[in-house]
């Protein structure tokens, strides 16, 4: 099986605050993902108030249809480092749950940038949910952790 098969939905998600550009977090949305999704209109727009009434928005995206799990799931790991694979594989109990998912935190400043790189701070929020048919999650994920 396909490491990217074994994918079988990915959610990403941020949050902009009254001070973001929102044109400028779309776009380091967009920059995470493939060609083959960057034209269309995944990303839900959520216009929320914070605690002191500040406003705040949420964009969030779905992808559920396998062959865009899969190009994402591509894309997404093609640009991301050996290095920063390592780390969360190393650590992967801080980045994973029982239920199956791995939890990837990209730092929005730098995708914007064009750049996947793992940041707490500020961060788009990327779930990739492993199927449990297809094998043990964490066995999945250290293979999809180790893909090129």
Do not use: C, W
């Not at 060609?35 to 914070?50: D, H, K, P, V």
């Not at 002191?52 to 591509?74: C, Q, S, Y």
């Not at 961060?123 to 949910?129: A, G, S």
């Amino acid at each position: 099986m396909q490491r990217e098969r074994a994918v079988q939905s990915v959610e990403i998600s941020t949050i902009a605050h009254a001070t973001d550009d929102l044109a400028k977090v779309e776009a380091a949305l967009r920059s995470i993902l493939p060609e083959s999704l960057r034209a269309r209109e995944i990303f839900t727009r959520r216009y929320l108030q914070g605690h002191h009434g500040n406003p705040i928005t949420t964009f969030d995206a779905r992808l559920t249809k396998l062959g865009d799990v899969e190009d994402f799931t591509r894309h997404f790991m093609k640009h991301m480092s050996r290095s920063e694979k390592l780390s969360i594989e190393r650590d992967l109990d801080l980045h994973s749950d029982e239920e199956g998912n791995l939890f990837i935190r990209v730092d929005k400043q730098q995708a914007f940038r064009g750049i996947v790189e793992v940041g707490d701070e500020d961060p788009i929020r990327v779930r990739f949910k492993f199927s449990r048919f297809s094998g043990k999650p964490e066995e999945l994920m250290k293979e999809f952790l180790e893909s090129e």
